[in-house]
Protein backbone atom coordinates (compact mmCIF):
# COMPACT_ATOMS: atom_id res chain seq x y z
CA UNK A 1 0.00 0.00 0.00
CA UNK A 2 3.00 2.08 0.54
CA UNK A 3 4.39 1.83 -2.68
CA UNK A 4 1.28 3.42 -3.89
CA UNK A 5 0.84 6.21 -1.86
CA UNK A 6 4.16 7.18 -2.71
CA UNK A 7 3.35 6.76 -6.76
CA UNK A 8 0.25 9.12 -5.98
CA UNK A 9 2.72 11.45 -4.13
CA UNK A 10 5.12 11.63 -6.84
CA UNK A 11 2.42 12.24 -9.71
CA UNK A 12 -0.47 13.75 -8.26
CA UNK A 13 1.37 17.07 -7.64
CA UNK A 14 -1.73 17.90 -5.36
CA UNK A 15 -3.77 15.58 -3.35
CA UNK A 16 -7.13 16.89 -4.60
CA UNK A 17 -5.22 16.72 -7.95
CA UNK A 18 -5.51 12.66 -8.15
CA UNK A 19 -9.08 12.84 -9.72
CA UNK A 20 -11.81 10.15 -8.78
CA UNK A 21 -11.46 7.11 -7.33
CA UNK A 22 -11.90 5.14 -10.83
CA UNK A 23 -9.53 6.96 -12.70
CA UNK A 24 -7.05 6.71 -9.61
CA UNK A 25 -7.49 2.80 -9.51
CA UNK A 26 -6.95 3.04 -13.93
CA UNK A 27 -3.70 5.07 -13.65
CA UNK A 28 -2.53 2.78 -10.38
CA UNK A 29 -3.54 -0.30 -12.42
CA UNK A 30 -1.17 0.97 -15.61
CA UNK A 31 1.45 1.55 -13.12
CA UNK A 32 1.52 -2.31 -12.37
CA UNK A 33 0.24 -1.84 -9.07
CA UNK A 34 -1.74 -4.64 -7.68
CA UNK A 35 -6.01 -4.69 -6.92
CA UNK A 36 -5.10 -5.67 -3.25
CA UNK A 37 -2.98 -3.01 -2.88
CA UNK A 38 -4.82 -0.17 -4.85
CA UNK A 39 -7.71 -1.22 -3.00
CA UNK A 40 -6.32 -0.83 0.09
CA UNK A 41 -4.41 2.25 -0.51
CA UNK A 42 -7.46 3.68 -1.77
CA UNK A 43 -9.54 2.91 1.33
CA UNK A 44 -6.42 4.18 3.57
CA UNK A 45 -6.40 7.61 1.32
CA UNK A 46 -10.47 8.12 1.87
CA UNK A 47 -10.49 7.92 5.35
CA UNK A 48 -7.48 10.44 5.14
CA UNK A 49 -9.72 12.84 3.13
CA UNK A 50 -12.41 12.41 5.58
CA UNK A 51 -10.35 13.49 8.52
CA UNK A 52 -9.30 16.43 6.89
CA UNK A 53 -12.48 17.79 6.22
CA UNK A 54 -13.96 16.93 9.38
CA UNK A 55 -13.31 18.61 12.81
CA UNK A 56 -9.62 16.77 13.91
CA UNK A 57 -9.13 16.02 17.37
CA UNK A 58 -6.15 18.42 18.68
CA UNK A 59 -7.17 21.69 16.52
CA UNK A 60 -7.72 23.47 20.07
CA UNK A 61 -4.89 22.44 21.22
CA UNK A 62 -2.61 25.10 21.84
CA UNK A 63 0.73 25.50 20.18
CA UNK A 64 3.98 24.45 22.79
CA UNK A 65 1.10 21.61 24.57
CA UNK A 66 2.50 18.50 25.55
CA UNK A 67 0.91 15.15 23.79
CA UNK A 68 0.77 12.13 25.70
CA UNK A 69 0.16 8.80 24.22
CA UNK A 70 -2.54 6.45 25.68
CA UNK A 71 -1.07 3.29 26.22
CA UNK A 72 -3.14 1.52 23.75
CA UNK A 73 -1.42 4.28 20.87
CA UNK A 74 2.13 3.56 22.45
CA UNK A 75 1.12 0.01 21.90
CA UNK A 76 0.17 0.29 18.50
CA UNK A 77 2.75 2.96 17.75
CA UNK A 78 5.74 1.70 19.41
CA UNK A 79 8.48 3.57 20.83
CA UNK A 80 10.55 4.57 17.65
CA UNK A 81 7.37 5.84 15.62
CA UNK A 82 5.80 7.37 18.29
CA UNK A 83 9.29 9.06 19.13
CA UNK A 84 9.43 10.57 15.58
CA UNK A 85 5.76 11.77 16.37
CA UNK A 86 7.11 13.61 19.16
CA UNK A 87 10.15 14.87 17.57
CA UNK A 88 8.18 16.27 14.33
CA UNK A 89 5.84 17.60 17.23
CA UNK A 90 8.26 19.41 18.90
CA UNK A 91 10.25 20.76 15.84
CA UNK A 92 6.84 22.67 15.01
CA UNK A 93 6.32 20.47 11.74
CA UNK A 94 2.89 19.18 12.78
CA UNK A 95 0.08 21.12 14.04
CA UNK A 96 -1.63 19.52 16.79
CA UNK A 97 -4.56 18.57 14.15
CA UNK A 98 -1.96 17.26 11.99
CA UNK A 99 -0.26 14.89 14.59
CA UNK A 100 -3.61 13.61 15.66
CA UNK A 101 -4.40 12.61 11.97
CA UNK A 102 -0.65 11.00 11.87
CA UNK A 103 -1.56 9.27 14.94
CA UNK A 104 -5.37 7.90 13.99
CA UNK A 105 -3.98 6.92 10.77
CA UNK A 106 -0.91 5.35 12.08
CA UNK A 107 -2.92 2.94 15.06
CA UNK A 108 -5.17 2.41 12.41
CA UNK A 109 -2.59 -0.25 10.16
CA UNK A 110 -2.34 -3.48 10.70
CA UNK A 111 1.47 -3.26 11.38
CA UNK A 112 2.45 -3.03 15.33
CA UNK A 113 4.67 -1.68 15.83
CA UNK A 114 4.19 1.13 12.95
CA UNK A 115 7.47 0.38 10.87
CA UNK A 116 9.24 3.95 10.89
CA UNK A 117 9.00 4.26 6.97
CA UNK A 118 5.57 3.31 6.98
CA UNK A 119 5.11 6.35 9.76
CA UNK A 120 7.45 8.53 7.56
CA UNK A 121 4.96 8.29 4.54
CA UNK A 122 1.36 8.45 6.42
CA UNK A 123 3.34 12.00 7.74
CA UNK A 124 4.05 12.66 4.30
CA UNK A 125 0.37 12.33 3.06
CA UNK A 126 -0.91 14.14 6.08
CA UNK A 127 1.05 17.27 5.17
CA UNK A 128 0.62 16.96 1.34
CA UNK A 129 -3.35 16.19 2.08
CA UNK A 130 -3.43 19.62 3.69
CA UNK A 131 -1.26 21.12 1.21
CA UNK A 132 1.30 22.00 3.95
CA UNK A 133 4.71 23.61 3.00
CA UNK A 134 6.95 21.11 3.98
CA UNK A 135 10.61 21.58 5.19
CA UNK A 136 13.33 20.70 2.46
CA UNK A 137 15.14 18.64 5.30
CA UNK A 138 12.42 16.98 6.87
CA UNK A 139 10.87 16.36 3.34
CA UNK A 140 14.47 14.77 3.01
CA UNK A 141 13.93 12.75 6.18
CA UNK A 142 10.66 11.56 5.14
CA UNK A 143 11.51 10.51 2.05
CA UNK A 144 14.61 8.72 3.27
CA UNK A 145 14.00 5.28 3.19
CA UNK A 146 17.10 3.85 5.39
CA UNK A 147 19.29 2.78 1.81
CA UNK A 148 23.15 3.64 1.84
CA UNK A 149 23.88 7.79 1.21
CA UNK A 150 26.78 9.25 -0.45
CA UNK A 151 28.48 12.34 0.67
CA UNK A 152 29.04 15.03 -1.71
Known amino acids: MFDVLVFLYENCGAFDACGD ?3 VSRQLEEAGFLDEEISAAIDW ?5 HLVRADAPGASARA ?22 AFLDAAGQL ?20 PLPAL ?9 SQESEIDVLV ?13 H
Open 45 to 49: LRELA
Open 21 to 23: EAA
Open 139 to 151: LEELLDDGGQRLL
Open 95 to 114: TPAQREIVIERAVALDDTPV
Open 64 to 85: GSVRVFTAHELARLGTEAAGFI
Open 120 to 128: KIIVLMVLW
